[in-house]
């Protein structure tokens, strides 16, 4: 499925609901790594990947998979508006019947573009009797993406065309033996039903009854109409049991009498001319010749004399040749109404690997098959549903020299008394040069009349195109990836000019409040537990810090270890630095306590500190340039944190005097008293709380906040200590052992060495298995090889002493040879 398909689900999600849904359905569809816009529009993704998200809107929003699909449809045509291609949405058709017929082809202009594993639904769509239509639906993944299309007409139909349609399922494609899901489509206004097939602005009343458009005689050949109501004395009648949309019976009078004897013998099907009615005279029946002695009529004529009468019949008419017809319809075929081949072009049975003598007077469907749309036949009904349609075929012979060859075509119907001769104009389709190779064939084999090597050019160009657009896609993905990576340890000024090969000038900011804090009791924490847990403990809290420090616009400047600081006022002036800081500290201390510690599952304890002053600022270091504060006010506000208390936030004089010059009754400001400080003496110092009065941090305020952090900002738990296959086995722990110590040449090591090999291994032994001596030790004790290594590198000492013993040993024997 292209990624087109999953960004417009993202985006549907996002207009409707909110980001926090789009994360729970990406959580619930196993996508929760993928970032926000991640999805590439131009690359393929798995089918499971939609169906998983679909499953997950609809589990969330409570509506059925099928409603999700329509709400789906409806939104991908705003959607593809937005992307630019409101031009090709509004150029499909006039008619809504036109827009639907087109579909395929817009489809088939997608799939040559963009990449080849792309599976497209076909369309097509037929007049009711009522003057309502049907719209027929087939897919190769079946009709779970039929509401898809139910959805997309419906929206285009207001959108485009005013209409209020009501489209109801007929048939649905793998029940009851159908091929392909249907629906009626009729307007809820009945006086609106002739707007589906006519143009907004048609004269007025006109109805969609055939009967009242005029039926013009149009030659298959060179285009030319002629509209039978202006003729006098002509006569026009419609039969739905012809493949057109009707029949047309003249006068004698009208019309020259042309002689029945050129008539039977050159104007066959095959040479594809029109008679008019005669009383008495059948065109597809009477018409009959034999060839290569098979009786097919009533005349006996040779096929070369037959060729040539009708090249006489033709010219003297001022039509074409059948030799003309071949050369400019190098592809074509001429079936009859029993669908049997009565004339190809000249290249035709070149590339079929077969004469044209075996081809005459086959079976249409002996020869060629129809790949889309996938349930077609050669039937009249089929041929009228595909009037309007290019249509795929694929030629069946078993002596065709290219299997990959597939044929693309139109065909145009001419009308006749009882059954209708069609041309089929067919021409191969290739996607790009390479598949034209592929085929044994070059741009002169293609038709120099019409826009097939134009086509092959455009797709060519086209592809390269899209594969262009998306590399470039990625390459716009990774950048963006980088940059916001980058602006996240700097700040963006600091990044944008690192960026640009720019040198990053220091700051100096006058009015800033710096923020410090440390877990207590982390070092004996940690002690206690393994590093997976205090990964997933720093990275709980450092998560709800990071939140409120975006929310209180503060900045980030670094972590070390359990140690957090960040400030206000820097890298941009903030007059409210003070505020922001004292905020964003009583936040933090009511916050953290969603944070429990990993040895008695008690919340941890915070100390922090805040200090108000100047301080410097600047990219410090080239291969790994990190953004630093300096100054007197960073080493008083460290104080300030190490000597205050569980629970508190201590600040100092000059923040005090800020908050109570700025916020005047929002904090409630205590002194603590004098407070002696390393390398500051006695200092006085303060304890900050917040009033009722301070719409952020109020008892309400920070209820709010909980559900906020507990909801968006508290990270899940993602590091996990990977199990491992316990050792249980004494030779598996021997073999082990082994591979840790020095391997040993057995021929020149003295026997005092082997036995103090063995002797630490056998200590090794007894350490691992927590026992005295390694008889005693029993088969049934596991340990993780996690622990084996960590016990085993206990003895390091040991191993070099015993590695240093070897080498003496060694040199010493080689003295002694």
Same mark, same amino acid.
């Given at each position: 499925?292209?990624?087109?398909? @999953?960004?417009?689900?993202?985006? /549907? ?27 590439? *529009?131009?690359?393929?993704? +798995? ?18 998979? &099928? ?21 090709? /949405? ?21 799939? @040559? ?7 497209? &639904? ?24 039929? !509401? ?50 006519? =143009?907004? %602005?048609?004269?007025?009343? /006109? *109805? ?51 002689? =029945? ?12 001319t029109y008679h008019p009615q005669q009383e008495g005279y059948d065109q597809l029946s009477s018409c ?60 035709? +049975? ?7 003598i075996n081809l005459f007077n086959n079976e249409i469907d002996d020869i060629f098959?129809?790949?889309? !749309? ?38 145009? +119907? ?21 598949? /034209? ?72 900011? @006058? ?100 200090? #108000? ?32 208390? !569980? %629970? ?5 004089? #000059? ?17 603590? %008293? ?43 738990? =993602?590091?996990?200590?990977? =199990? ?14 082994? @591979?840790?110590? &020095?391997?040993?040449?057995? *021929? ?30 029993? !088969? ?38």
């Amino acid at each position: 499925m292209l990624g087109w398909i @999953n960004d417009c689900m993202e985006k /549907l999600v996002l207009h409707k609901f909110d980001l926090a849904t789009w994360h729970a359905m990406k959580e619930k569809a196993g996508l929760s790594d993928l970032k926000d816009g991640g999805f590439l *529009k131009l690359e393929s993704y +798995p089918l499971n990947t939609t169906t998983d998200l679909v499953q997950a809107a609809s589990d969330l929003s409570g509506l059925t998979i &099928p409603q999700v699909y329509e709400a789906f449809g409806e939104f991908f045509v705003p959607y593809i508006i937005d992307e630019g291609y409101h031009n090709l /949405l509004c150029c499909q058709g006039s008619t809504l019947r036109d827009w639907m017929s087109n579909i395929n082809a817009i489809h088939q202009h997608l799939q @040559n573009t963009f990449p080849k594993s792309m599976t497209m &639904p076909e369309f097509w769509c037929e007049n009711n009797s009522d003057g309502s239509l049907r719209l027929f639906y087939y897919s190769a993944r079946g009709s779970f993406l039929a !509401p898809f299309a139910v959805g997309l007409v419906r929206e285009v139909a207001r959108f485009q065309f005013d209409l209020d349609i009501i489209m109801t399922q007929v048939t649905t494609q793998g029940v009851d033996g159908s091929r392909f899901t249907s629906w009626n489509v009729e307007t809820s206004d009945p006086e609106d039903m002739h707007k589906l097939t006519t =143009k907004v %602005g048609g004269r007025e009343g /006109l *109805k969609n009854d055939p009967a009242n458009f005029p039926i013009p005689l149009k030659c298959p050949i060179t285009g030319m109409e002629i509209n039978l109501d202006d003729v006098p004395g002509m006569v026009v009648s419609t039969s739905r049991g012809s493949l057109c949309s009707g029949t047309t019976q003249t006068s004698e009078e009208n019309f020259p009498t042309w002689s =029945k004897k050129v008539s039977q013998e050159a104007d066959r099907p095959g040479n594809c001319t029109y008679h008019p009615q005669q009383e008495g005279y059948d065109q597809l029946s009477s018409c009959r010749t034999t060839i290569s002695g098979k009786v097919w009529g009533d005349c006996h004529l040779d096929y070369g004399r037959s060729m040539t009468i009708a090249h006489q019949s033709y010219v003297e008419r001022g039509g074409l040749s059948a030799s003309d017809v071949k050369t400019i319809f190098p592809y074509h075929v001429l079936i009859d109404s029993n669908f049997c081949i009565q004339q190809v072009g000249k290249e035709l +049975p070149k590339v079929l690997g077969a004469s044209e003598i075996n081809l005459f007077n086959n079976e249409i469907d002996d020869i060629f098959e129809f790949v889309k !749309p996938k349930p077609a036949k050669w039937t009249r009904s089929w041929l009228r549903k595909l009037q309007d349609q290019e249509f795929i075929l694929e030629c069946t012979l078993s002596s065709m020299p290219n299997d990959n060859m597939v044929f693309k075509g139109t065909w145009i +119907p001419s009308a006749g008394p009882d059954g209708v001769d069609a041309l089929l104009v067919l021409c191969p389709d290739a996607k790009n040069l390479d598949e /034209l190779r592929a085929m044994n064939l070059t741009l002169s084999d293609l038709p120099a009349h019409g826009a097939y090597r134009d086509a092959v050019f455009l797709r060519e160009h086209l592809s390269r195109q899209m594969n262009n657009a998306l590399q470039m896609e990625k390459l716009s993905k990774r950048l963006v990836t980088e940059k916001m990576l980058l602006e996240s340890l700097l700040p963006i000024h600091a990044a944008e000019g690192l960026r640009r090969g720019q040198e990053v000038k220091p700051m100096i900011h @006058n009015s800033v409040t710096m923020f410090f804090s440390d877990i207590v009791g982390f070092t004996s924490i940690c002690k206690e537990i393994s590093p997976w847990q205090v990964i997933d403990m720093l990275n709980q809290l450092y998560g709800i810090m990071d939140f409120l420090a975006g929310k209180f616009k503060l900045f980030k400047v670094e972590t070390v270890g359990d140690a957090y600081v960040c400030a206000s006022g820097l890298p941009t002036s903030d007059e409210n630095h003070a505020i922001n800081v004292a905020n964003f500290a009583i936040a933090v201390q009511h916050c953290c306590r969603k944070v429990v510690s990993p040895i008695d599952k008690q919340p941890i304890h915070l100390r922090i500190g805040i200090h #108000s002053g100047e301080a410097a600022s600047g990219i410090v270091g080239v291969t790994n340039p990190r953004y630093c504060v300096f100054g007197d006010t960073v080493n008083t506000t460290a104080r300030h944190e190490s000597t205050g208390e !569980p %629970g508190r936030v201590h600040c100092s004089r #000059s923040t005090m005097m800020e908050l109570k010059s700025k916020a005047s009754g929002q904090f409630k400001i205590s002194a603590r %008293g004098m407070v002696e400080m390393k390398g500051k003496g006695s200092v006085p110092t303060y304890w900050v709380d917040s009033t009722d009065e301070n719409k952020w941090t109020c008892t309400r305020a920070l209820l709010e906040l909980d559900e906020v952090i507990a909801k968006n900002a508290l990270p899940a738990r =993602k590091w996990v200590q990977k =199990k491992t296959q316990p050792y249980s086995n004494r030779r598996t722990m021997k073999t082990f052992l082994l @591979n840790q110590f &020095p391997r040993m040449n057995t *021929k020149r090591d003295t026997p005092s060495l082997k036995n103090k090999t063995v002797e630490s291994l056998n200590k090794a032994m007894s350490i691992l298995n927590d026992s005295g001596q390694e008889e005693n030790v029993s !088969p049934s004790v596991a340990l993780t090889r996690s622990e084996a290594i960590a016990l085993v590198a206990r003895s390091r000492k040991q191993r070099i002493e015993l590695a240093m013993q070897q080498t003496q040993a060694i040199l010493a024997a080689k003295v002694k040879i």
